[in-house]
């Protein structure tokens, strides 16, 4: 532990929010004294771990990246992490994010853009680049991010780490800061599938804390693949917006799948630009309602005004970010009256479609296989400035969020990763198959 407190000390001041050296010493402490004992300690027990700076871990600054709460400290502690806690891991750091997970390159923070574990010229990836870094980079041993668009799966692709982004509801989003509420997810970025099956056994499960949460079934640690056959869109890759290196190894990870007996069918589904835009209709709606509780009166600094009013307005309007506020606008509009008909309704019917057409896919098949991105990272500085081209950016991750399903980033069959998906509450089948894959 007080290693790693150390390399994140000296090294990665671009994936730190807030270090946690008092917790983890006296946590390092407790564990060191039990094994000093001869006592027994269990699977998870001193292991280090970070933690995405949108959940709440009681007595620890919690700022979501953001200016609004750069001093706010959590009261209490989210569910995925106390049961953390409870089985004796190590909290290390709170770890840089996109502000309120709005983003694609964690450079949508106040605390510098995060630097990508391979090539740190290169964008560290987001909404969690802090905690897929960190993983990487081996100053925590796994990370617990958060994806409600692709924010596990697209930074674990971009540094070459496993990130999965469970079935929603599988995990309680209880205690974590609501981006929006209906895709966000809780899931683990680390070294290995195996890791990866550790941590979500822990942290699964019902939670009255959060009413969408189901009870599932431990994962086993079987690696028999009982999988027949695996399905591909064709409008991701029948498409100019795909490079032509991911589009190759992509078509070669297919070959080498067929080669080992598996059967592999195309698939027709919605373009890529229909996901990105039904999405963001979605997310920013559920954002602009989220956020309006931040208003300089409960949580978090205020700016005062000559009135009420003034103060929720000028409050809001120096301390979110710019893209923060392009997404509260954008939100607004589409459900006020006149345009919600028009625009939010016609996202949630889409919606419907895209979930309808996924399980008609899984009945043809077991697993989706696709790229996590259409295009290596970009520089650092080049996609702050286009909002539009990184929300295209988002392309082939966005889908399963609507969808609900589970889905995991192996670092392997593309260059910035292969996605595996399975039809919902089959993240078991997720595992295993990528236990065959490696
Ligand atoms: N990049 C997507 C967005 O900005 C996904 C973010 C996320 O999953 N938090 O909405």
């Known amino acids: 532990v007080q290693a790693k407190l150390d390399l994140l000390k000296q090294n990665s001041h671009n994936t730190v929010n807030a270090l946690l050296d008092d917790i983890a010493l006296g946590l ?7 094994i ?14 970070g933690i995405k700076d949108v959940y709440m871990l009681q007595g620890t600054y919690t700022t979501a990246s953001s200016n609004l709460l750069k001093k706010y400290k959590s009261s209490y502690t989210a569910t995925a992490i106390q049961k953390l806690l409870d089985a004796g891991a190590i909290p290390l750091v709170k770890e840089n994010c996109d502000s309120f997970g709005h983003g694609s390159s964690s450079e949508n923070t106040i605390f510098g853009a995060v630097k990508n574990a391979v090539n740190p ?9 802090g905690s897929a870094v960190n993983v990487a980079k081996d100053y925590t041993v796994f990370s617990i991010g958060g994806d409600t668009g692709g924010s596990i799966r697209q930074p674990a692709g971009y540094n070459k780490v496993y990130g999965l982004k469970p079935t929603y509801g599988r995990i309680s989003r209880y205690g974590l800061m609501a981006y929006a509420s209906s895709t966000d997810c809780v899931g683990p970025i680390a070294k290995s599938i195996e890791d990866i099956k550790i ?13 969408t949460t189901y009870t599932s079934e431990l994962i086993s640690d079987e690696t028999k693949n009982d999988v027949k056959s695996v399905g591909y869109f064709k409008s991701f890759i029948e498409t100019d917006a795909i490079s032509k290196e991911i589009k190759d190894d992509f078509l070669a990870t297919l070959d080498k799948i067929k080669s080992k007996g598996i059967e592999v069918k195309e ?19 559920e ?11 409960n949580y978090g600094d205020r700016v005062e005004g000559e009135n009420l009013k ?37 996202a949630q019917n889409l919606r419907d479609q895209i979930s309808a057409r996924f399980s008609k896919d899984f009945e043809a098949v077991d697993i989706i296989l696709s790229p996590v ?21 988002d392309a082939y991750t966005v889908g399963f969020s609507l969808g609900e399903l589970p889905t995991l980033t192996i670092p392997k069959g593309t260059n910035t990763g292969l996605q595996i998906t399975a039809d919902k509450k089959n993240d078991a089948e997720v595992l295993h198959f990528a236990n065959f894959l490696n």
């Open 267 to 285: 698939l027709d589904f919605f373009d890529a630009d229909i996901l990105v835009s039904t999405y963001y209709t979605l997310a920013m709606a």
């Open 199 to 211: 941590i979500l056994n822990e942290i699964s499960g019902k939670d009255v804390k959060d009413q």
């Open 310 to 346: 003034d103060t929720y307005s000028i409050t809001r309007s120096e301390k979110f970010s710019e893209e923060t506020k392009r997404r509260i606008v954008g939100g607004n509009q589409v459900l006020s009256q006149g345009f919600s008909d028009e625009i939010y309704l016609k």
């Open 28 to 34: 390092a402490k407790n564990v060191d004294d039990k």
């Open 287 to 297: 954002t602009a309602s989220n956020l309006s509780r931040l208003d300089g009166t």
């Open 373 to 393: 991105t259409p295009q290596d990272p970009p520089k650092i500085g080049d996609s702050l400035n286009n909002p539009l081209a990184m929300y295209l950016s």
């Open 121 to 129: 010229d290169l964008v560290g990836g987001g909404s969690s680049g």
């Open 36 to 49: 000093a004992k001869g006592e027994k300690i269990g699977l998870l027990e001193g292991i280090p771990f």
